[in-house]
């Protein structure tokens, strides 16, 4: 874990993660794979034939040149790639400081130990495009929202991955106009690929994002793993990772220390997104570790119009943080929440173990319907320790339309030297409870001897099988046999969209720099 980025995690933080590694709980696993100290390999969903580094671009990693166009002209030149083996760019070791760029399909960016990718402070090099049409609005304020640092449309087969190098989002100036009220447009994400398949995020560390750190969205089969995310505990909606009406995808061991919700499963905002229809479903999450004071572990919602089902989450650790697995959402947002599906979760210090809201009151607009009320039902737990706990359960659903289903087996809750006085506060909620200490509320009815459902088949993402690829670190007989766009062609082709630049609606692919 590096801790020598910028305003990466406040001194309280400091002290929790010391606290976090003398309990001995497992952490991230990121290495350099180095066989003769001119090769790396690492494993990834598919391997590539065609190699290029920053450098040949004209690349500078001092930290203080931008590389913004030298992104865009690389990865435009080896788009060409696509269809020939597919194509891996090597960002070296150096401070590589640059705007918004997007990646192209069959694809490998490879962040080297030693290197970072510094995303630019300045507005200018985020072109602003249109909310998301699932929300339809930003999540900041009425306007656009400003691209992603790294983003892609209508993408096949991308992988971002590394030996433990960093991109360091530079977030402060945004939390800053954030609170402060400047912000007419959303802040960028520091990973978001749209409408996209067959997706790996892996062996990074990633810190201070501008908002949300990875936003995979209307996209499938998607890998993240092996990942180490930073951001001060009292840094605005740094969510670690958001998975936003997407289907088959694997989340496993991350560490994230945040200001806001560890993972958070979405499906898009109220009337928009219950118009849109994508759910988020068929996830697993595994091998979490969590540590934010003001936020869940994991959160389903708030914005779940397009529905959430199939989730399951397994393995997780928290330490000091506000809640366990929050479910969020209210009237208006419509859909469901459904066939969650929790095993083995150890929380350390912590205000709820249990959280559910029925009241949460964001709007993208007046446009809402307030009768579009959710469904929430067959959520199930089991094989939960938690200490130093203020409350058990706070557990509210929504008068006329409550919460039912849950399943909680084989709980034990250790309270904090200054307990709340009441455990457990269900309102419109029911289910069923077995082996639960402190002894839950009369609406979630002693069955005795029981086990909550986990389901026992493999998810679907599991089958994907890994590669062992590699590259070289001598580049003396590269060759880049294809024509080199100049830098500038790259910038005037990069069209005011930004995230949406020019190309053939034939060819399915929207995300490239042209």
């Given at each position: 874990m590096r801790l020598d980025q910028q305003s990466t995690i406040s001194t309280n933080s400091i002290t929790t993660l010391l606290i976090f590694v003398s309990i001995t709980v497992s952490t991230v696993n990121c290495r350099r794979h180095v066989s003769d100290g001119s090769d790396v390999t690492y494993a990834a969903i598919n391997c590539r034939k065609h190699t290029a580094f920053l450098t040949d671009f004209g690349g500078v990693g001092d930290g203080k040149t931008s590389n913004t166009a030298v992104f865009r002209s690389a990865i435009q030149n080896l788009s060409q790639f696509e269809n020939d083996g597919g194509s891996q760019l090597i960002v070296p070791p150096g401070k590589w400081l640059t705007g918004s760029f997007n990646l192209t399909s069959h694809f490998t960016l490879f962040i080297q130990f030693g290197?970072?990718?510094?995303?630019?402070?300045?507005?200018?090099?985020?072109?602003?495009?249109?909310?998301?049409?699932?929300?339809?609005?930003?999540?900041?304020?009425?306007?656009?929202?400003?691209?992603?640092?790294i983003g892609g449309s209508h993408l096949t087969d991308v992988v971002i991955t590394g030996d433990n190098g960093t991109i360091d989002g530079q977030g402060s100036i945004w939390w800053d106009k954030f609170h402060q009220k400047k912000l007419k447009n959303t802040r960028p994400y520091l990973i978001e690929p749209m409408y996209s398949n067959q997706i790996q995020i892996s062996n990074l560390t990633l810190v201070n994002s501008p908002s949300w750190f990875v936003h995979p969205v209307y996209s499938s089969d998607i890998i993240i793993q092996d990942l180490t995310i930073l951001a001060p505990v009292d840094s605005p909606n740094t969510d670690g990772i958001d998975p936003d009406s997407c289907k088959n995808v694997k989340i496993q061991d991350?560490?994230?220390?945040?200001?806001?919700?560890?993972?958070?499963?979405?499906?898009?905002?109220?009337?928009?997104?219950?118009?849109?229809?994508?759910?988020?479903?068929?996830?697993?999450?595994?091998?979490?570790?969590?540590?934010?004071?003001?936020?869940?572990?994991?959160?389903?919602?708030?914005?779940?119009?397009?529905?959430?089902?199939?989730?399951?989450?397994?393995?997780?650790?928290?330490?000091?943080?506000?809640?366990?697995?929050?479910?969020?959402?209210?009237?208006?947002?419509?859909?469901?929440?459904?066939?969650?599906?929790?095993?083995?979760?150890?929380?350390?210090?912590?205000?709820?173990?249990?959280?559910?809201?029925?009241?949460?009151?964001?709007?993208?607009?007046?446009?809402?319907?307030?009768?579009?009320l959710p469904?929430?039902?067959?959520?199930?737990?089991?094989?939960?320790?938690?200490?130093?706990?203020?409350?058990?359960?706070?557990?509210?659903?929504?008068?006329?339309?409550?919460?039912?289903?849950?399943?909680?087996?084989?709980?034990?809750?250790?309270?904090?030297?200054?307990?709340?006085?009441?455990?457990w506060n269900c309102t419109d909620v029911s289910g069923v409870s077995s082996n639960v200490t402190p002894e839950p509320c009369d609406a979630l009815v002693d069955k005795g001897s029981i086990e909550c459902e986990y389901p026992s088949d493999p998810v679907p993402i599991d089958t994907v099988q890994m590669q062992t690829c590699s590259f070289s670190t001598q580049k003396d007989g590269f060759r880049l046999h294809a024509r080199k766009l100049s830098l500038l062609d790259a910038v005037l082709d990069y069209d005011d969209a930004g995230a949406n630049p020019r190309h053939d609606p034939r060819k399915g692919r929207g995300g490239r720099n042209p």
């Amino acid at each position: 874990m590096r801790l020598d980025q910028q305003s990466t995690i406040s001194t309280n933080s400091i002290t929790t993660l010391l606290i976090f590694v003398s309990i001995t709980v497992s952490t991230v696993n990121c290495r350099r794979h180095v066989s003769d100290g001119s090769d790396v390999t690492y494993a990834a969903i598919n391997c590539r034939k065609h190699t290029a580094f920053l450098t040949d671009f004209g690349g500078v990693g001092d930290g203080k040149t931008s590389n913004t166009a030298v992104f865009r002209s690389a990865i435009q030149n080896l788009s060409q790639f696509e269809n020939d083996g597919g194509s891996q760019l090597i960002v070296p070791p150096g401070k590589w400081l640059t705007g918004s760029f997007n990646l192209t399909s069959h694809f490998t960016l490879f962040i080297q130990f030693g290197a970072v990718v510094l995303a630019s402070q300045d507005e200018g090099e985020y072109p602003l495009i249109e909310p998301l049409p699932s929300y339809g609005a930003g999540r900041d304020g009425p306007g656009g929202r400003f691209s992603s640092l790294i983003g892609g449309s209508h993408l096949t087969d991308v992988v971002i991955t590394g030996d433990n190098g960093t991109i360091d989002g530079q977030g402060s100036i945004w939390w800053d106009k954030f609170h402060q009220k400047k912000l007419k447009n959303t802040r960028p994400y520091l990973i978001e690929p749209m409408y996209s398949n067959q997706i790996q995020i892996s062996n990074l560390t990633l810190v201070n994002s501008p908002s949300w750190f990875v936003h995979p969205v209307y996209s499938s089969d998607i890998i993240i793993q092996d990942l180490t995310i930073l951001a001060p505990v009292d840094s605005p909606n740094t969510d670690g990772i958001d998975p936003d009406s997407c289907k088959n995808v694997k989340i496993q061991d991350v560490f994230i220390v945040s200001g806001d919700d560890c993972i958070a499963v979405k499906s898009g905002w109220d009337e928009y997104g219950i118009k849109f229809g994508m759910p988020t479903e068929q996830a697993i999450i595994r091998r979490l570790t969590c540590i934010s004071p003001d936020s869940a572990v994991i959160a389903l919602g708030s914005e779940m119009s397009g529905g959430i089902k199939n989730i399951r989450a397994e393995d997780i650790t928290a330490i000091n943080s506000e809640s366990g697995v929050r479910i969020k959402t209210g009237p208006g947002r419509g859909a469901y929440v459904t066939d969650i599906f929790v095993d083995k979760m150890t929380l350390h210090t912590m205000k709820y173990v249990f959280w559910t809201t029925g009241a949460y009151g964001q709007h993208p607009d007046p446009g809402y319907d307030p009768k579009a009320l959710p469904k929430i039902d067959r959520i199930n737990y089991r094989n939960v320790v938690a200490d130093d706990v203020q409350m058990a359960g706070n557990m509210g659903g929504i008068e006329g339309d409550p919460f039912t289903g849950f399943c909680l087996s084989n709980v034990t809750i250790g309270l904090s030297d200054k307990p709340k006085k009441v455990q457990w506060n269900c309102t419109d909620v029911s289910g069923v409870s077995s082996n639960v200490t402190p002894e839950p509320c009369d609406a979630l009815v002693d069955k005795g001897s029981i086990e909550c459902e986990y389901p026992s088949d493999p998810v679907p993402i599991d089958t994907v099988q890994m590669q062992t690829c590699s590259f070289s670190t001598q580049k003396d007989g590269f060759r880049l046999h294809a024509r080199k766009l100049s830098l500038l062609d790259a910038v005037l082709d990069y069209d005011d969209a930004g995230a949406n630049p020019r190309h053939d609606p034939r060819k399915g692919r929207g995300g490239r720099n042209p």
